[in-house]
């Protein structure tokens, strides 16, 4: 296996150590390369543009954007099978979106998501 270099900071490098200490990793390399692993498949799963996808989309936000975040979604409502909301601690919500269509359309609400400077937080599940 190559071995390459990596520089990292020290705030970083703690949150490594705990996860190797928490999760039961063997070692700093066993979290980075179980951190890569994921980061892969999730970036090839989110770039997916052929095909149907069934996923679950999660959405945080300010509860002052309820409104911002309900006119970016609507035009997405062909794909939205389930939406759940819900008022999380103090100011904060949470949307949970569960979709199931053409994936060049639930990765194009997931941008409109991501770009959204209302959205604080967006992530795709795919399943």
């Not at 063997?26 to 980075?32: A, I, L, P, Q, Y």
């Amino acid at each position: 296996m190559p071995i390459i270099s990596l520089s990292l900071n020290e705030k970083i490098l703690n949150e490594i150590d705990k996860l190797e200490k928490e999760m039961g990793f063997s070692g700093r390399s066993e979290v980075v390369r179980a951190s890569i692993r994921h980061f892969v498949v999730e970036e090839a799963t989110a770039n997916k543009t052929e095909g149907n996808l069934y996923a679950v989309l999660l959405v945080s936000h300010s509860d002052t954007s309820d409104d911002t975040i309900a006119e970016a979604t609507h035009r997405f409502d062909d794909i939205v099978i389930t939406h759940l909301h819900s008022k999380a601690h103090g100011s904060k919500c949470l949307e949970t979106f569960i979709v199931d269509g053409a994936a060049v359309r639930v990765k194009a609400m997931f941008k409109s998501l991501q770009s959204n400077r209302n959205a604080e937080y967006v992530k795709l599940l795919v399943i």
